[in-house]
């Protein structure tokens, strides 16, 4: 890790305070790790005091400075507000897809993985699956909010303009109070996801399917009521094309595919009761 070029460390959460040659930083855990020629300041924050977790009627909103660890525990011990949301058994796989260190496990933040927007970043599956809206603040004080499936367009590519900041995600209620189906696969035991998926099956039938780590971004395929094989197959299909799996040393786009369109069955089988959980 090289950053010879920071000059100043500025403990901020205000976007206003940004300019060029500024980044802004949480865990840092990736910025540490690959180094910038360019940087001039960090903007450090962590000093914002943003709740990291914080549960209404409405949903779940999850600060971007919400470390790993805390979301990890959060999933183990819910408040009574949180008592009935089925899909929270999604947080801890997701956590554990990290195979992390100490170091990462209590130092990365669920906004800096999405922000990193790295194919097998695991907190853009869960967030993205649990359709996650994500509030960002731009320099000029104005704020809009967007889907994560939308805010992450690439590998390594956001939807972010310059200066502007991930301040939280929220995941709805209804979506929280959902059955879910997880499935993640890679080419080695500790090694970073070639594929993650999981499903939903909504108190109202819709089903829902997140594909990630398998593709360069986010893919969500939304059905208003469970498909059949053949059916969730064309869909995958019709949803995919062959470019948008991602290709590099942990596993080459036609594996992807392959196993993509396997692990969306196994789901698929789980929540119709087909099979064994799991199976």
């Known amino acids: 890790m090289d950053m010879n070029t920071i000059q100043d460390l500025v403990p901020t959460a205000q976007p206003s305070d940004w300019r060029p040659g500024d980044a802004w930083l949480a865990g840092g855990t990736v910025l540490f790790s690959y180094g910038s020629s360019t940087l001039q300041r960090l903007l450090d924050i962590t000093q914002g005091g943003w709740e990291p977790l914080t549960a209404s009627a409405e949903g779940l909103e999850i600060a971007a400075t919400c470390t790993i660890a805390e979301l990890y525990a959060f999933a183990g011990e819910l408040p009574p507000a949180a008592s009935e949301w089925t ?3 999604a947080v801890r796989p997701c956590c554990e897809a990290f195979v992390a260190s100490f170091k990462v496990w209590n130092v990365s933040t669920v906004g800096g993985n999405v922000c990193t927007a790295l194919p097998a970043g695991p907190m853009i599956a869960l967030t993205a699956a649990l359709d996650g809206q994500a509030l960002v603040l731009s320099p000029d004080g104005s704020s809009r909010t967007l889907p ?11 939807a972010l303009a310059p200066g502007e900041l991930l301040r939280s995600m929220t995941l709805p209620a209804q979506a929280l109070s959902s059955r879910t189906a997880f499935r993640r696969l890679s080419l080695s035991n500790l090694g970073r996801s070639g594929v993650l998926v999981i499903g939903r099956l909504d108190p109202d039938g819709t089903f829902v399917l997140t594909v990630t780590a398998s593709t360069v971004r986010p893919v969500q395929l939304r059905f208003g009521a469970l498909p059949d094989q053949a059916e969730l197959r064309a869909a995958l299909d019709d949803a995919i094309p062959f470019t948008l799996y991602h290709d590099d040393v942990h596993g080459l786009p036609q594996w992807r595919q392959y196993m993509t369109e ?13 099979t064994e959980a799991g199976q």
Do not use: F, H, P
Request: charged letters at 35%; aromatic letters at 0%.
């Open 87 to 89: 899909s929270l058994a």
């Open 262 to 274: 396997r692990l969306s069955e196994e789901i698929r089988a789980e929540l119709a009761g087909e």
């Open 148 to 158: 994560v499936t939308e805010m992450v367009t690439g590998d390594g590519e956001t």
